[in-house]
């Protein structure tokens, strides 16, 4: 490693017009927060790496001109932030540069984690936490679903590789039926219909059966105004490899929506608008656990997954306040997330980055 540390950021965002001149605030923050610790930040795309040359074709902030980008070529950075959209890294944008990375040692987060199955099977094993973790399968085939409704009535059924709620289904076991619900279905349809067993077969067959999903209880969550609310907890890492709240955000759901997610129709809400609707004592003890079970989480996964640094937990809270784990974002959406928490979650990313590229 130079004298100087270079952290590289992939990303599809170019962060300014033609001219240079910035475009995303972001990423030029990014960049004055490596800058005032001594390191420099180069934006780039996924494609403009030369892996056989180990250098990096981006932009790099000016060190003379106010918010203005240059283009730049260098020697592959010390460490490296998949930072690109995650429908394009399931496509597998990222792959090569990920495998470089792994091959010749240079620190990179966030890494590969499991599907949702197994984090859902490590949290719950997790001891000291307050977290309750709904009873979750993988679903092996047609009676995995039947015999949890069976069981639980209602239950969800997600796609392990989903994102943005779309393709979960809320499925309700009726006399001789069952409802099968989705805010995000082909096409980002809504899909809202009652099937006879047989057609729920065919269902099944066509469209659960083409991927991997798993199957969970369905969590008696908290309501305002009689739809369901969550919580988008987000926590980064800091200079010194320690967990920080970036910040609490309440989900709603549409009415009778299936998620809360906002490109399903959700919407949110800030914990000051829940103090007015719920109480500020009720909606403090809330805070305290959440951030609490987050954090236990957290440390433990960073323990096994050294570069893990950046987390979004979507948790419920049901009326006698216990926590419950719902899935985890290694790549929460900054759009949800107010400006002084994307502020801090840009923070920390660099901090992060910097504190892989001396530890390594």
């Known amino acids: 490693m130079g004298s100087q540390i270079t952290i590289g950021v992939a990303s599809t965002v170019k962060p ?125 085939n047609e009676m995995t679903i039947l015999e949890m409704m069976d069981r639980y009535r209602t239950v969800y059924v997600k796609p392990t590789g989903g994102y943005g709620g779309r393709g ?7 006399p001789r039926s069952i409802r099968v619900e989705c805010d995000r279905f082909q096409g980002d349809k809504k899909l809202s219909t009652v099937m006879s067993q047989d057609d729920f077969h065919r269902f099944y067959e066509r469209i659960i059966s083409k991927r991997k999903h798993i199957v969970q209880q369905q969590i008696p969550l908290l309501q305002v105004d009689g739809a369901n609310v969550d919580f988008r907890v987000v926590l980064g890492r800091d200079r010194q490899g320690e967990w920080q709240v970036v910040g609490i955000v309440p989900k709603v759901a549409a009415k009778h929506g299936v998620v809360t997610n906002l490109v399903a129709g959700g919407h949110r809400l800030s914990m000051n608008d829940l103090s007015r609707i719920w109480g500020s004592v009720r909606t403090n003890e809330i805070s305290d656990r959440l951030i609490r079970s987050a954090k236990v989480v957290s440390r433990a996964l960073s323990k096994r997954y050294q570069t893990f640094g950046l987390v979004g937990y979507d948790l419920g809270v049901d009326e006698t306040l216990h926590v419950w784990y719902i899935e985890m974002n290694p790549k929460p959406a900054r759009r949800l997330l107010f400006p002084e928490m994307r502020t801090k979650a840009g923070d920390l990313a660099v901090d992060f980055a910097y504190y892989l590229a001396r530890k390594h």
């Open 16 to 140: 300014c017009d033609g001219l240079g001149h910035s475009k995303v605030p972001f990423f030029e923050r990014m960049a004055l927060r490596a800058r005032k610790m001594g390191a420099r930040l180069i934006l780039f795309h996924p494609d403009q790496v030369n892996l056989q040359k180990s250098v990096v074709t981006g932009y790099v902030l000016s060190p003379t001109l106010t918010s203005t980008w240059t283009q730049q070529t260098m020697a592959m950075p010390d460490v490296l932030y998949d930072n690109v959209f995650v429908h394009l890294a399931v496509q597998g944008l990222v792959h090569p540069l990920r495998r470089y990375a792994k091959e010749h040692y240079v620190p990179l987060f966030n890494p590969s984690l499991p599907g949702k199955g197994a984090i859902t099977h490590f949290v719950s094993q997790v001891s000291d936490t307050m977290m309750r973790v709904p009873q979750t399968k993988i679903v092996q």
């Open 168 to 174: 979960v289904l809320r499925l309700t076991s009726m």
